[in-house]
């Protein structure tokens, strides 16, 4: 057997058996009403039968499921599953383990696991299992529970899905929810459980179809309900994948992978040199790390674009970027300022300063902290209205950008778990938030000056007015590689690796999918 043997798992609409729920003379009946409805997979699970008569009914059960294409799994009773060749078996944390319970039924069956925190989900996967169904999220009269269990809650089931999106076994492990759950909550608990990345699968029921009248009617509305509500979370993202941003940053990426190579000249710090050059190739662009004052004419004459990375300065280094800054300006090249760590001494704040005030750049790019730091330098005229210093909740990181990219001319990048891109359309500022990334990439070090770099390659082969699409390309680049990179990663060293290479093979498509990019409305408050 090859493991293409192995059924498709659908865990939309799940259906756990429970045959006290209906008269005995109607288990089967009720059953095939259920798949005549549309469920997607079945779970025997009997507390009370003895074995023989357990096994018969996994025998009829299997029939029934085998004629509607839906496997069957088996609650608890790995002997059962084997006897009546079962499509595999659900086990919770007291049964049978997921590691034994694979080496008996091989690669082809289904091993399901229900867990109740992260730490038995990564066991769960290294253990073999293909899914996870959640221990309860809300109360139920069901399922006795134990004394002091307490159901996860949707905040609970949200955290988990949160966990599980930046674990690499765990972003795209299938996973179910349990308990209390019927037509009246469910699109509320696909909704309100999801992140932008990972979402439910679908939900089990027991109750919610074993006892209602017209168990494929039942079913029925349970299915539309799961389909609309696994499109939903996305759904304002989709849209954006028209949005003329993302349009744009993918016809600059489809620029790249057709082989115009924009020399990308940098000055940037020690710590970050090799990875940015291979960053620029991988992407598409040609790097070049140039420091001499004597060759900056030269060297930044050839460039398409120039970035600046205040990183680890020094007296000649500033002399260069000023010189760099003045000769790319001269010759209509954009330039891109990463102010690492801008207001961490004296020094940096000076060297920014005379940067913003020589300088006119095309895009800046720093976390809260550094943009704040830019946004009070004398001289800059930046206006904040409605914020407090020390605010950092969206709405105020929302505002700097805003404010800084107003001061300067610039696209101001301010990153964070959300990214805000702030530029001018003519008169207007406009605002979009990018909620592409990983927590991984605060793993490495350099990663956001990485992103500087992909910026630096897509406004080499921009037009003046696309300045804030190579800003969105380069942001969404990083963002999206990282998320392809997780679960490949086995911890940051092998991120990074497999990082790289996703910015290697990124297509412009890949942008247009996976873009989660939203037009922020100024006053939004974000919180
Ligand atoms: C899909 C699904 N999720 C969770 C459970 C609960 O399993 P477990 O914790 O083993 O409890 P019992 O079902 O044995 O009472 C499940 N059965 N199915
Ligand atoms: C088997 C199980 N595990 C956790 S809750 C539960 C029973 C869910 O039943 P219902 O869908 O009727 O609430």
Known sequence: MTPSNKPQLDLSVYLVTDSRMVPEAEFLATVEAALQGGVTLLQLREKSLDTAIFADRARATLA?????????????????????????????????????????LGPNKIVGVTVHNIAQAVAAAENGADYLGTCAIFDTATKVHPDGFVPLGIEGVRTLLADMAEHPRLAKMPIVTIGGLNAENIGAVMAETANPRKQLDGVAVVSAIMAQPDAREATAELVDIVKAGKLAPNAQYVANADDALVQAAAHLLAKLRSGQTPLVHHLTNFVVMNDNANAALHIGGSPVMAHAVQEMNDMTGFASALVINVGTLSEHWIEAMLLAGKVANERGIPVILDPVGAGATAYRR????????????AVIKGNAGEIAALANLPGLDVEMRGVDSGDSSPKARIALSRALAQATGAVVVLTGATDFISYTDGDEIKTVALENGSAWLGKLTGTGCTTATLVGCFAGVAELDQRAAAAVAGVLSMGIAAELAVPEAKGPASFKVALFD??????????????????VEVGEDEE
């Open 502 to 519: 996703h910015l290697y093979t990124l297509q412009p498509e890949d942008l247009v999918k996976h873009a989660r990019v939203r037009v």
């Open 64 to 104: 029934l499921a085998r004629k509607y294409g839906v496997p069957l799994l088996i609650n608890d009773r790995l002997d059962v599953a084997l006897a009546v060749g079962a499509d595999g078996v659900h086990l919770g944390q007291d049964d049978l383990d997921a590691h034994t319970a694979r080496a008996l």
């Open 350 to 361: 000076e060297t920014c300063e005379r940067l913003l005030r020589e300088v006119q750049f």
